[in-house]
């Protein structure tokens, strides 16, 4: 069998995408999102959004991700609480006085307010550590760290989308 040259060529150039499996840049776009830099779901949410993935299984990914990487920082601080020192600088006035306004209005403001700038996993850790037995970690935790990490995703997969469509049609980048 003889094939033409521009075959050979083309077979060449796709050989090493061939290897790769359709689901390798859904993969990418989650190392990225768990990764400890601040911004990871803006960051992962603007390469699904360059590299044309699927924005609901994107979204669904990131939450699902994200959501699961904030509950094992959630439960580190559990354990974090444990040690003297730690145990020691809640102890204190200013301790307490941070420990009684988080308990009152803290999973709401941090994981709605503060994702925004410093992001979810360091708010898990801190609500992980200052988290009393006796609330009801669903609606103390859970509840309002996976409707902040969706509605968050969803905000930054839009304010992608049209970041990234604007550079491409004012430089003309294809």
């Known amino acids: 069998m003889i094939y033409s040259y521009n075959y050979i060529k083309l077979i060449l150039k796709n050989k090493y995408n061939m290897l790769k499996p359709f689901y390798y840049k859904y993969i990418v776009m989650t190392a990225i999102n768990v990764t400890p830099l601040i911004g990871g779901k803006y960051v992962s949410t603007a390469y699904a959004v360059y590299n044309g993935l699927n924005p609901y299984a994107s979204?669904?990914?990131?939450?699902?991700?994200?959501?699961?990487?904030?509950?094992?920082?959630?439960?580190?601080?559990?354990?974090?609480?444990?040690?003297?020192?730690?145990?020691?600088?809640?102890?204190?006035?200013?301790?307490?006085?941070?420990?009684?306004?988080?308990a009152k209005y803290g999973p709401v403001i941090g994981l709605f307010v503060g994702q925004m700038f410093i992001g979810a996993p360091p708010?898990?850790?801190?609500?992980?550590?200052?988290?009393?037995?006796?609330?009801?970690?669903?609606?103390?935790?859970?509840?309002?760290?996976?409707?902040?990490?969706?509605?968050?995703?969803?905000?930054?997969?839009?304010?992608?989308?049209?970041?990234?469509?604007?550079?491409?049609?004012?430089?003309?980048?294809v």
């Open 59 to 102: 979204i669904i990914l990131i939450t699902v991700s994200e959501t699961l990487l904030c509950s094992l920082l959630f439960y580190a601080g559990l354990k974090l609480k444990s040690l003297k020192w730690v145990h020691g600088m809640l102890a204190s006035k200013k301790g307490k006085k941070a420990h009684n306004y988080v």
């Open 123 to 173: 708010i898990s850790l801190a609500l992980g550590v200052l988290y009393e037995r006796d609330k009801n970690i669903y609606i103390y935790f859970f509840i309002p760290l996976f409707i902040s990490i969706f509605l968050y995703s969803i905000f930054n997969f839009y304010l992608n989308t049209v970041a990234i469509t604007s550079i491409r049609n004012i430089f003309h980048l």
